[in-house]
């Protein structure tokens, strides 16, 4: 079992910036991969990044954050992290983060792909 716990999230104006953090309860982000999604009241879970395992050092964005987020991760510190400049009204949602057990299906960029959820950390983007 793997608990995740984001933090860092806020209310921030408008081509303001955040990091989050999420925190792993053991050594799984060097080799799981790593998801940050997000949701917003009444709609659907959205992908917004990914960090593939260590050795590979890739990352996947939506094209509605790409240039204005960026993932990133701190193996000693069994954490990872989420930049976010830039950022819009539109960005407003609840964000969590998920782990993906290496050698397991489904599309990094879809929410079924990952078993393990943090609870989630609130971003108010406004003025």
């Known amino acids: 079992q793997v608990q995740l716990v984001e933090s860092g999230g806020g209310l921030v104006q408008p081509g303001g910036s955040l990091r989050l953090s999420c925190a792993a309860s053991?050594?799984?982000?060097?080799?799981?991969?790593m998801g940050w999604f997000r949701q917003a009241p009444g709609k659907e879970r959205e992908f917004v990044a990914a960090?593939?395992?260590?050795?590979?050092?890739?990352?996947l964005y939506a094209d509605s954050v790409k240039g204005r987020f960026t993932t990133s991760r701190d193996n000693a510190k069994n954490t990872v992290y989420l930049q976010m400049i830039n950022l819009k009204p539109e960005d407003t949602a609840v964000y969590l983060c998920a782990a993906k057990p290496p050698g397991s299906g489904g599309a990094d960029y879809t929410a079924h792909a990952y078993d393990y959820w943090g609870q989630g950390t609130q971003v108010t983007v406004s003025s």
């Open positions: 053991r050594r799984t982000v060097s080799s799981y991969t």
């Open positions: 960090i593939y395992e260590s050795w590979s050092g890739h990352t």
